[in-house]
Nanobody, 120 residues
Framework: QVKLVESGGGLVQAGGSLWLSCAAS????????MGWYRQAPGKQRELVAT???????DYTDSVKGRFTISRDNTKNTVYLQMNSLKPDDTAVYYC??????????????WGQGTQVTVSS
């Protein structure tokens, strides 16, 4: 079983910065893709950014140029640096990871979520 534990987030004023991190643990053989999604009240969960094992990144348009995703494969950890935050970025942010476990089974896991609140 693979488990994701998130940290970071919190409350910040518009224009400020926050970071998120997410560490994966368990019977991990390989993590193919890690990423962050978010869900604002009354809205569907949406992709924020993803990063593959060879560091290919993808961002939703609304965060391009403001957010940076990175990962440390030695620590099975993904990070999200969020700059120039806007009130519209307020949401619960969820970490995501998919890959293969030590039994070569595909896993697809989510973290518990961490709140990011941006005040105007």
């Amino acid at each position: 079983q693979v488990k994701l534990v998130e940290s970071g987030g919190g409350l910040v004023q518009a224009g400020g910065s926050l970071w998120l991190s997410c560490a994966a643990s368990g019977k991990i053989f390989m993590i193919n893709k890690m990423g962050w999604y978010r869900q604002a009240p009354g809205k569907q969960r949406e992709l924020v950014a993803t990063i593959t094992s060879d560091s290919h990144t993808d961002y939703t348009d609304s965060v391009k140029g403001r957010f940076t995703i990175s990962r440390d494969n030695t620590k099975n950890t993904v990070y999200l640096q969020m700059n120039s935050l806007k009130p519209d970025d307020t949401a619960v942010y969820y970490c995501y990871a998919m890959g293969w476990d030590e039994d070569y089974r595909i896993y697809d896991e989510w973290g518990q979520g961490t709140q990011v609140t941006v005040s105007s």
